[in-house]
């Protein structure tokens, strides 16, 4: 059989990456660097060439592999198309994919096969849309595809040798589950459509012993875990990794050697940490380790357990912080400044630190809206407009504006806020009231506060002054929020949506002229 598997090309700017990902320098790249692989999809190519099947990989609507000349013969050029999903919001980019592909099986729509997560969150909408039936979850059995045998393909390895390695981060990184499925149903998550039944333990040394027969000995392994301390295995979980090598001090067998290290990605729930099964998992080499803040609520038990990860070695730590869901600006920014006075504890009286914590604030994206029939297909979100009787800077609530500029700071801050103290607090604000001041701020004077900030601050000495409208701008803000009146509600308004059309109108009908003059910036 002649099998092609398909990513659709969602990624932002992929064209130019895929293009620089051909200069003589592109291997070089960190894999850190480069995209998570397909997993799915590699586990397909492994079923399909122990069948002795012939396989090929594109990427997104790939011209060469639907060439004219085969169609006008009538002759297929595919016996089966494996298209992958990945997040709903992907929904237009995958259906023009799938329609691309139907005239490679000459419109033979029961020859494609449609899986993956957008698949398995919204199969009903993908079969009205396309006439194919997605696969749903996990693909843990062969007859799923319309095989006779009972193979699990979900436990078979990648063939990472399908995908080039100059784009994808496989060159030195093994992918793999110790369980599957998560205790918890998150109403923002898609594991429960995905992966419903929690599976408490995988015994992943066959399938990474072979990846190193395969491909040589790689020094990560990622594991895709949603809750792994919530399985009654660890110990043996942990056990196994030991096993394969990738406790604290061990190195891979390659000339020069490696340091091994895992990367539970999905994360460690802060509610399951605690001395028991932090001393049982301290023997792995974890970096980073990963610990989501996701509400206010949970100050103590997070500050419990990064702290008893900290005393038991850990050094990194990732910790995503959700918003826009039912906290508000103020929960947020309490949260980040835990954060940054836990950093601050890690330091010793000479400014070495013991170990750091990289802050991501994480907009809220639910995968259904009000009803649970109804699909987000955008994954947008913006919380109900508030009652003008609030106060809009002590109780401040989530517009598009807000979300927007929260982005933006993380994007001057390379994605993440940084573990040193006096680098996050200017990117998100040295107090609450200049957080708020930043949430409001036209994009321009945020992205670009070293031009437009007066302030010079104590870890850029050598800076010189900007324009001061960053100044000026939150004097401006600060004076409306402290009064609330027509000209504040006018101005929250016209800035809140974060749309140039309104913007555009409230300039039309505004006639305070200071207001009409920051209007422009926006």
Known sequence: MRILLVEPDYRHGSASFVK??????????????????????????????RRGDEVRFVIGKDKSAVQEEDLFSHELLWDRIYITTLFTFDWKNVIETIEFYKKAVGGSI??????????????????????????VGILDSAKKIGFDDDTDID???PDYDVLPPNIYAVNDTYYAYATRGCTKKCPWCGVPDIEPNYCEYIDIKPMIRELRALYGDKSRLKLMDNNVLASPNLEQIVADLVELGYGRGQKTDTVPPRTRVIDFNQGLEATHINEANITM???????????????????????????????????????????NEKDTPRDLYERLIINIKINQSWRDENGKSAAAIYSYPMRFAPIKDDSPEHLNRTRDYVPPKPSMDIDYLQDARWTKRFTRNIEIIKGASHGALSPTPSLALRAIG?????????????????RNRDKHEE???????????????????????LRLLSRQDEVFFEFHDAVSPCSKDAIRQAFKTCKDPEVKKWLEKY
């Open 20 to 49: 620089s990902a051909k200069a003589p320098d592109a291997k070089k790249r960190d894999d850190e660097s480069l995209w998570y692989p397909p997993i799915g999809l590699l586990k397909l190519a492994t079923f399909h060439k």
């Open 110 to 135: 029961h020859k494609i096969y449609v899986g993956g997560i957008m698949a398995s969150i919204m199969p009903n909408d993908l079969y009205e849309e396309t006439n194919i039936q997605p696969i």
């Open 455 to 477: 302030r010079i601050y104590p870890n850029n000495p050598d800076r010189k002054p900007g324009t001061g409208l960053v100044e000026e701008f939150r004097e401006f803000i």
């Open 430 to 446: 040295e107090t609450y009231e200049e957080f708020i001041t930043n949430l409001y701020m036209p994009e321009e004077l945020l």
């Open 281 to 323: 998992i301290e023997q792995l080499h974890i970096k980073p380790m990963r610990i989501a803040f996701d509400r206010l609520s949970y100050r103590n038990l997070y500050v419990n357990a990064v702290n008893i990860a900290q005393r038991h070695g850990f050094k990194e730590f990732s910790n995503y912080m959700l918003y």
């Open 155 to 157: 436990a078979l390895p």
